[in-house]
């Protein structure tokens, strides 16, 4: 278990920053408690403060996971985000939506094709008329 | 065949018996010997004949020859005075006279040292050395005594029994005390004094590339640095940096194992870096730093400018002057579209950057 170097920080928080926006700030810098992101056997994980240093005095060897995944950096360190780091991304995320077509068929679509559905309520609806197209 | 050659074998070994090698050696004129380094001179004209071409015939006659000069080498050897070397069932030595050629020297000669901070002084000042004698009159002892050393004169100076304090001194003060501690200071300094003029006699090539001569490339300049701060009793450990220098220290390994954060430093440290890194990556600044890029543009340019202008020279003289005045147009306007592309090019590649 390691700390991130800064081009796996650097990484992580681009993929991050796709899903929420600036607001990796927050997850880096809570008014809760701190908390930090930790590599182990080339998974990220987001971990607090207390939990860290009881993690710690466990072997290599014999720990498994800690925290939360947030996501795993392949072979050739490139990162990957896992489910696991939705609970966290949700409160932030820039937008919600199904996917409309699969990626493969996104892929060959035209482009004014609808790849994505934003399913909301009608309160939603009313709320952002004003945003909407 | 075989029988034929049976034949010749047995002849020649017949002949052999009743003849035994002679010792005796005719030559016109006498050899000229040098013990010393077991040489004999043979000024004896070859026979010319004889050493054309390269044959079974020549390789017999060299043999000849060498072997009769040899034989009367060994012969004079045997004429030395000779003893036996350890006792009587050693082995006999022959002593051999002084060399008469002086052989060339195997390595350069020692190049001369250079004089010391003292010697500079005297040279300059045109003090010239004075004879000593060796020996000092002793009054107390009424004889004559060494200067310096084992019983000199003045009385064995770790037996003085007597310290006086002098006038202005603090009567508390241990005078012996003093005065051992004065003789330790004049050793070590005349030992520092000693050991700079070695290091001065022996340096020039070692810190050559350290010193300043004002036209440094920047490898040399970075190399002078990095010495410099590493030259310190703690080896640069307690050097605070220079404002440009980067923050992280060499690794004693030379970069071979990777080095990472501590697990559980500093956590609010750890955050602020965090912080900057995403305030960096957000403010949407570009990659590229315009002044830098064209400075450099710009120097390149020079650089190629002043190349182009030796080259020319030296090949074609008069001519080439004239036509230097075009370049310079060229590289005026090339100036400008060098920066204009290279700052196109990255705002183009950031907005072709793939979706996740």
Excluded at chain 2, 246 to 264: I, V
Aim: charged share 30%; glycine share 8%; net charge positive.
């Amino acid at each position: 278990m390691r700390p991130l170097t800064e081009a796996e920080t650097r990484a992580v928080f681009e993929k991050l920053g796709r899903y929420i926006g600036e607001n990796i700030q927050l997850l880096v810098d809570r008014p809760d408690g701190t908390y930090c992101f930790r590599l182990h056997r080339d998974r990220v994980y987001y971990v607090s403060e207390k939990l860290l240093k009881g993690a710690a005095s466990i072997p290599r060897d014999s720990l498994v996971a800690l925290g939360t995944c947030f996501g795993k950096f392949t072979k050739t360190q490139k990162f990957r985000l896992s489910v696991t780091a939705l609970d966290f991304l949700a409160p932030y995320a820039k937008g919600f939506g199904v996917a409309a077509k699969s990626t493969q068929d996104c892929r060959k679509v035209d482009p004014m094709a609808i790849v994505v559905f934003h399913q909301a309520d009608v309160g939603e609806y009313v709320r952002s008329e004003d945003t909407l197209t | 065949m075989a029988a034929v050659r049976v034949e010749e074998v047995l002849a020649a070994a017949a002949q052999e018996q009743q003849q035994p090698r002679s010792v005796q050696v005719e030559k016109e004129l006498e050899l000229e010997f040098d013990l010393g380094n077991l040489l004999a001179l043979d000024p004896n004209p070859p026979p010319a004949a004889a050493l054309r071409g390269a044959g079974p015939r020549r390789e017999s006659q060299l043999r000849a020859l060498a072997r009769d000069n040899v034989q009367l080498l060994a012969a004079r050897l045997w004429e030395l005075p000779a003893e036996r070397a350890d006792g009587a069932a050693g082995p006999l030595v022959a002593r051999l006279p002084e060399p008469i050629f002086r052989l060339p020297r195997e390595k350069p000669p020692p190049r001369p040292r250079p004089p010391t901070r003292w010697e500079q002084f005297a040279r300059l000042k045109g003090i010239r050395r004075r004879k000593r004698t060796s020996l000092v009159w002793d009054e107390q002892a009424k004889e004559w005594r060494r200067r310096w050393g084992y019983r000199r004169a003045g009385g064995d100076p770790a037996r003085a029994w007597l310290a006086e304090v002098p006038a202005g001194a603090d009567p508390e003060e241990d005078q012996f005390a003093k005065l051992r501690r004065a003789k330790r200071e004049r050793v070590a300094r005349n030992e520092l004094n000693r050991l700079r003029n070695l290091a001065r006699a022996h340096r020039s090539a070692a810190a050559a590339p350290l010193h300043p001569t004002g036209h440094q490339s920047r490898q040399e300049l970075g190399l002078a640095a990095r010495v410099a701060r590493v030259s310190t009793a703690s080896l640069g450990r307690f050097q605070p940096r220079l404002p440009k220098e980067p923050a992280e220290p060499p690794s004693r390994d030379g970069g071979k194992k990777r080095r990472f954060q501590p697990l559980l430093g500093d956590l609010a440290a750890e955050r602020g870096r965090q912080l900057e890194l995403l305030r960096g990556m957000n403010s949407k600044k570009p990659a590229l730093d315009i002044t830098r890029a064209v400075n450099k543009q710009l120097r390149e340019e020079d650089a190629e400018a002043a190349a182009a202008k030796g080259k020319k020279r030296a090949q074609r003289g008069k001519r080439g002057r004239r036509q230097q005045q075009r370049p310079g147009k060229r590289s005026g306007g090339g100036k400008k579209g060098g920066a204009a592309r290279r700052q196109q090019q990255p705002a183009g590649g950031s907005s072709r950057r793939k979706k996740a």
